[in-house]
């Protein structure tokens, strides 16, 4: 329906702007110590939605596979994304997100949850080259020295299409707000240790309140609100289609951008582009 492609969208956007929130938060905290706080608000918040919503009882066997989800979905997409970017550079990382609607298609293909299709390869190769074309193909650097991050990013990319490929039988069993906050507190227990030992250094009683704020939209937002109706969207249609709405995150990041932040503007290619995807 008209309203699973809006919601999809509305997704996108906010996924999008997390880019633009997090530039900010970055400037007084580091990576690691925001993903400690966005993925376990994130995980308080769905416990007590789960609380809110219907009690359902999770099957032991089906714990293990949402566990393996949160390792998946949470801690490898985030872990293995944020340190790509540190070994890596903001172009190749953009680039490369481009490869999990791919990783998606395929999957669903090899485990036989989707049927193979001429118009459905055809349509995804077109939407990523309009991801990359926007982006500049001619910017991405393949210097040896950056290899590193940039396998950590496409093995990134592999964890979140395999969570949008493996939650599907799961979602045919339970309700969406039970399998996201079982996610989502699996994966917290994955960034807790890497995050506890970063957060030790940092003046948390110096934060500003602008930068406490922002960390407070980009759990709500982009994580709470994204995450789970992302689960939404997968009890309706297939994986491919959520996955292939990913490419419209850097083109609403390029028509975002320029009204949040200086030096941004919006142009020809993006619009472009735009069409494309």
Partial sequence: SLLVHAVLIFIQVLLASLSIAGKLVFRELPPPVVVLFRVGGAALGLGLLRRLGPREKVLPRDRLRLAVLGLLGITANQSLYLTGLEHSTAINATILVTTAPV???????????????????????????GAIYLIGPDRISLAPDLALGNALIVIAMLSYASYLVYSKPLLRRYHPITVISWVMACGFLGVLPWGLMTVRGIPLGQVSPTTWMLLGYIIVGPTITAYFLTIWTLKRISSNLVAAYLYLQPLVAAVIAPMLLSGERLTGRAILTGLGI
């Fill in 103 to 129: 990783f998606a298609v395929l999957l669903a293909v090899l485990v036989r949850q989707e049927p193979p299709s001429v118009y459905k390869f055809s349509g995804i190769a077109l939407a990523a080259l």
